[in-house]
């Protein structure tokens, strides 16, 4: 009896212990991917062209995670399924967003930026939706119109954004959005089963890496890093840190914790991204972007996976 009871005390203890491990990566994950808002905004402060700060941060991710391959001895599959997900990822997760992104941190806030990055869930749940992968719900499609009213509410108010341009690359981060939901939805259909999910980030950031490697020369937009680094090439290489870890923490989360507890990660990302612009840039917000904040959080909590999805 007291055996029992001894054994079902570990037991208790076990899995306290491990929901707080899970409660600790979702938290450190949130926190320093909302911290890239920021980075990507300092990066740009030394007129560094967008193209070749996209270009700085997936050679050194790359760089990073072949001496993780290399380390660990995985080797990189070069099967058709493979190359094409290299590929289409590397455009889509890379290559078009990330350079979107980086033209938009010297217009927006990072605080702002955090918030449109937030659109990536719902795209997401649309185009599942769209093509059946997902079953559309009214909860979930009402999370979806709250989004919609949550970047609205950054737009349209002219007394939302200090500079009223702003809005326009508001728009224009929105469409990086949906390059990044479009990319969920390539590895949802196409990644293959029980591989190394930081083998395949590899593979998608040496793919965008070759693809932006002849767009910096062609455009006579390379420049070399100051060394030492300087502030905006420190934080290149932090930015290239959470790049090389953030989608294999992400997929270590969803398997095992499973992806209903890992999507809270987006809510981490967000109010992380708006507390770090306030603490490194000072950032002061009108009513309308703390609504809008507010809106999209609610848009979070709505298109989320059920809990169903998690026992599937």
């Known amino acids: 009896m007291q055996d029992s009871q ?20 979702l938290m450190l994950l ?28 997936c050679l050194i991710s790359t760089l990073m995670l072949l001496v993780y391959c290399i380390i660990s001895r995985q080797r990189l599959p070069l099967q058709k399924n493979f190359l094409f997900l290299y590929i289409v990822c590397g455009i889509l997760g890379s290559v078009i967003p990330g350079t979107l992104y980086f ?12 918030i449109t990055i937030a659109t990536v869930p719902l795209a997401t749940f649309v185009g599942a939706a769209l093509f059946r992968i997902e079953k559309a719900s009214l909860v979930r499609v009402t999370g979806v119109f709250f989004g919609i009213l949550s970047i609205t509410l950054l737009v349209l108010p002219d007394t939302s954004m200090p500079d009223p341009l702003a809005a326009l ?8 959005a949906g390059c990044y939901a479009i990319e969920n939805l390539v590895i949802a259909v196409r990644m293959p089963p029980k591989v190394n999910v930081f083998v395949v980030v590899t593979g998608m950031l040496v793919a965008a890496t070759i693809m932006l490697t002849p767009i910096v020369w062609i455009t ?35 398997v095992r914790a499973g992806p209903v507890f890992a999507s809270q990660c987006a809510y981490v990302v967000t109010l992380a991204g708006v507390l770090w612009g306030m603490v ?7 009513a309308w972007v703390w609504v809008s904040l507010v809106v999209m959080i609610i848009a979070l909590s709505l298109v989320r996976p059920r809990e169903t999805a998690d026992t599937s």
Request: with cysteine; charged share 10%.
């Open 280 to 286: 490194i840039y000072g950032e002061a917000h009108s």
């Open 103 to 114: 033209y938009a941190a010297s217009h927006v806030s990072a605080g702002v930026l955090s």
């Open 220 to 254: 006579g937009t390379f420049s070399w890093l100051a060394w030492p680094l300087d502030r905006s090439g420190w934080a290149i290489f932090c930015m290239a840190i959470i790049t090389a870890t953030a989608y294999g923490g992400f997929y270590y989360l969803v």
């Open 6 to 25: 001894v054994s079902d005390k570990r037991s208790t203890a076990y899995r306290f212990s491990g929901k707080l491990w899970d409660f600790v990566v």
């Open 30 to 57: 949130g926190v320093f991917w909302g911290l890239s808002f920021s980075l990507a905004r300092m990066s740009t402060e030394t007129g560094l062209h967008p193209l070749a700060i996209n270009y700085w941060t």
């Open 169 to 176: 690359w508001v728009l224009v981060m929105v469409v990086a």
